[in-house]
C-alpha cells in the first residue's frame, strides 16, 4: 500500500463536497508531475485530504477506489488521467500547514519542499505523524 496526499481548495471542492458525494472523481490535473503520480496510485492505497489556499491544512483520510483512467474532462487528450476516491476518516482536529512545517519529522514532506504539486506521494512514517496529530490523541482510529 502506498500514501498520498490530494490538495483541495475548500471553496471549490472541500471535504464537506466530498462527504455528501461519497465518491469523488479526481481530475482536472494539469501538472506532469502529480498525472505521474495518479497513475501510480492503486486501489487501496491511503490518501491524506489537504485543503489548499484558505485555512492550509490536512482535514481527512480517503481511499483509492479506481485508478488511472483517461481524464473525462478532456477526452481529447490521453496525456491526462483520473482516479476515483472515497472518504474515510475525519481529521478530530485539522492539521495545518503551520503545525507540519513545525514538525522536525516532516521536514522531508513534498508539501513542505514542493508546495505547488497538487498530488504527491507521502512515506507511511510522514503518514502515520499526520494522522496522530489529527487525532488529538496521539492515537490512530481504527476502521
Known sequence: MNFWLVKSEPDTYGWHHFIEQGRAVW???R???????LKAMQVGDQVLFYHSVTSPSVVGLAQVVREAYPDP???DDIRWVAIELEPM??????VSLAQIKAEPMLANLLLVRHSRLSVMPVSADEFELILKMGQGNNERTSE
Open 89 to 94: 476518516l475525519a481529521l478530530e482536529i485539522p
Open 27 to 29: 481530475d482536472g490535473v
Open 73 to 75: 474532462t478532456v477526452p
Open 31 to 37: 501538472n506532469y508531475q502529480a498525472r505521474n503520480n
